[in-house]
């Protein structure tokens, strides 16, 4: 009888199962920790130079004319991020921190007027506050895209 045998050898299958091995026990903390610091500087560049929503919405003005969301850089200062087995948290542990991000009214509670130093120096009284809305906690459709690369170069580093 007469036949034909064809043999294959592949090369390399023991390197490309050590790497998908790598990539199975990938170490979500470290992933976690890598999108937390990202969205972190992200929401700290939005509050210093971009001065806009996730969604891409301008902030509206401060009457004072001074740049937004940025008196002493308390809010910036207080982003940090927090993770957990499987999720990663952003925000601001300041009072007022969501005031800036929900917008709302302030009334006074125990007194009849609200009272705060003015941008001239003086005292500036008022029956009640209303602050817009200034979203600056959030991820943008540009942010999306710089986080796809921070996963994918991790990725990366774990197959090579």
Do not use: C
Not at 51 to 66: E, F, I, L, Q, V
Not at 69 to 95: F, P
Not at 109 to 117: D, E, G, Y
């Amino acid at each position: 009888m007469s036949g034909v045998n064809v043999g294959i050898e592949i090369h390399g299958l023991d390197r490309l199962a050590d790497r998908l091995a790598r990539l199975s026990s990938l170490n979500h903390a470290l992933m976690l920790e890598a999108l937390g610091a990202t969205v972190e500087s992200q929401t700290r560049r939005r509050i210093t130079s971009e001065k806009t929503s996730p969604d891409g919405a301008a902030w509206k003005p401060n009457r004072a004319g001074t740049s937004i969301l940025v008196r002493r850089g308390g809010l910036r200062d207080s982003i940090h991020y927090r993770t957990g087995a499987s999720e990663v948290r952003i925000g601001s542990g300041l009072v007022y921190a969501a005031i800036h991000q929900f917008g709302g009214t302030i009334r006074p509670k125990a007194a009849r007027k609200l009272v705060f130093p003015g941008s001239g120096g003086g005292l500036v009284f008022a029956d009640q506050v209303t602050i817009p809305a200034r979203p600056y906690l959030g991820v943008s459709a540009a942010n999306r895209v710089e986080l796809e690369r921070v996963l994918l170069t991790a990725i990366g580093q774990l197959l090579n």
